[in-house]
């Protein structure tokens, strides 16, 4: 007689976690598309294209012509702040696998919020525009942290998100010359199951 209302509650509690697991996967991009006014991104930009079926990467547009490309950090990589929130950073790129512009599109960091001005962080993440995602991935350095005294933690994740997310951007994509990293290939181990 228990059973069935317990099967009913269990039931109607996937019923409406569906929803909420659906709504979690959505990519990032998608929300920050429609927020985000594409010339704040890149200068001249006028549009997004559609978001391409296999990563949450979108089209960069002046006209009808593809200046780039545009993807949200934290669809890529973690990008927790300070706050133990995610810092959400949309990036533009071009077919050489340069950045050509970054928006601080959503965060939740304290110190910005009551003390050190947006425009700062914005002004600190925007010397990593220019920086070609190729030879950083092979090596190269990119530009030196541009520390600002008390967000040091928040600048320090938007640069290393930036970066990390754009090298796997620009593999996924091929830009630059850069191609897909094959899986890691290390120890294999055997379990057991008999023992």
């Known amino acids: 007689m228990i059973a069935k209302p317990l099967r009913f509650l269990a039931t109607l509690f996937l019923v409406l976690l569906f929803p909420i697991a659906a709504v979690a996967q959505t990519p990032h991009l998608q929300r920050f ?13 006028d549009g997004f294209g559609a978001i391409r079926a296999d990563a949450p990467v979108a089209p960069l547009l002046r006209g009808t012509e593809r200046i780039g490309w545009a993807f949200v950090t934290s669809d890529f990589v973690g990008t927790t702040g300070y706050s133990g929130k995610p810092i959400h950073i949309m990036v533009a790129v071009d077919d050489a696998s340069n950045i050509l512009g970054i928006n601080l599109v959503h965060h939740s960091e304290p110190i910005v919020l009551i003390g050190i001005p947006e425009a700062r962080i914005r002004e ?6 220019g920086l070609n995602l190729a030879e950083l991935a092979n090596g190269g350095e ?18 290393d ?27 294999r181990f055997d379990i057991n199951t008999e023992v």
């Open 161 to 187: 998100s930036i970066q990390r997310s754009g090298i796997r951007v620009a593999r996924l994509l091929g830009l630059g010359g850069l191609t897909a990293q094959a899986p890691a290939t290390g120890p």
């Open 33 to 45: 598309m429609v927020e985000t006014d594409p010339s704040s991104l890149v200068e001249g930009a």
């Open 124 to 129: 600190a993440i925007g010397g990593q525009i």
């Open 142 to 159: 990119g530009p030196e942290l541009n520390i600002i005294s008390g967000a040091t933690v928040t600048i320090m994740v938007i640069d």
